[in-house]
């Protein structure tokens, strides 16, 4: 081995917090084109938390443990165990409880506190590199995810393009995802799609440590085929990455920005100073990501 290849291993061997590559993720909500190379896998928590609305008190807590693995160094396939945590007490603009996460049966008190933990659905990531952003002009990547739980079933892709610029430290991203979802509750099914475009860029300022910014649009339509055009929301927030040699961390917030648009009288109803609430969205968004590369 040359005695330069020596001096290289020995420093990465001595270096505590070498940032981790393939497969770190340094956006809250947007996915890269950065995959996992064969054979290389990783255990990953998120925590989604959606809090506050127009009134009252709530808490909806997204929790997700996922395995990802390398099957090609283009081809990455994963599994998560979905699971919620919700808290509503009087929060909707009614003065009722209600919000995301929130299945009030037919006989439960719109009025009193409700509290759950539940186990919501397991789901298969699939994500397909076509071309690779470290060595391509710009990342681009397909996804593809279907959902299977005791209430709801869904299927979510994803068209993911990267560009990275001033070697490889400053990454910015774009997601266009799209969703068709069947709910089920106390025998009331509910069909619903929706698109989400978000975009944003993350500078890693020193070895270890990224800032940068992310937005979203979220647009609803009624029916399974984009039938009837609900409303469009805004989010917008930081996020701030750390990635150690054997594990990262990432953290990220979004604010619902005043600027919705809805477009039937039920959906105005819920919306209040340019925010849309009810059974949509919450006023600010938090994701907190752990991951273990193995």
């Known amino acids: 081995m040359r005695l330069r290849s020596k001096a290289a291993l020995l420093a990465l061997a001595l270096l505590p917090f ?8 340094p956006f809250g909500w947007i996915y890269t084109a950065d995959l996992h190379p064969q054979g290389r896998s990783e255990f ?25 693995y390398g099957v090609t160094d283009r081809f990455q396939l994963s599994g998560y165990f979905n699971w919620s945590y919700v808290n509503a007490y009087r929060n909707g603009v009614d003065g009722r409880t209600g919000g995301p996460g929130v299945d009030l049966g037919p006989q439960a008190d719109p009025l009193a506190h ?3 933990t539940r186990f919501d659905a397991v789901s298969v990531e699939a994500i397909y590199q076509v071309m690779n952003p470290l060595v391509d002009p710009i990342g681009l990547a397909l996804y593809v995810e279907p959902e299977w739980g005791p209430h709801e079933r869904a299927l979510e892709w994803r068209l993911i393009v990267q560009k990275n610029l001033l070697d490889d430290r400053f990454v910015l991203a774009a997601n266009l995802m799209g969703e068709t979802e069947h709910e089920k509750y106390y ?3 509910e069909r619903a799609s929706m698109l989400d475009f978000s975009a944003g860029f993350s500078w890693r300022f020193t070895d270890n440590w990224s800032v940068g910014l992310e937005t979203r649009n979220h647009q609803e339509f009624e029916g399974y085929r984009y039938d009837s055009r609900e409303h469009s929301a805004w989010f917008l927030g930081p996020n701030l990455h750390y990635a150690a040699q054997r594990w990262w961390l990432t953290a990220a917030w979004r604010h619902q920005l005043p600027m919705v648009k809805a477009f039937n009288e039920e959906q105005r109803e819920v919306v209040i100073g340019d925010r849309i609430y ?9 994701m907190v990501k752990l991951g273990v590369p193995f």
């Open 187 to 189: 025998g009331e099914v």
């Open 278 to 286: 009810g059974d949509e969205h919450a006023r600010n968004e938090f």
């Open 44 to 68: 990953e928590h998120k925590s989604w938390l959606q809090q506050s609305q127009s009134r009252g008190d709530y808490s909806y807590l997204q929790n997700a443990e996922e395995f990802e």
């Open 18 to 25: 070498a940032p981790v590559h393939a497969g770190e993720s």
């Open 114 to 116: 409700y509290r759950r």
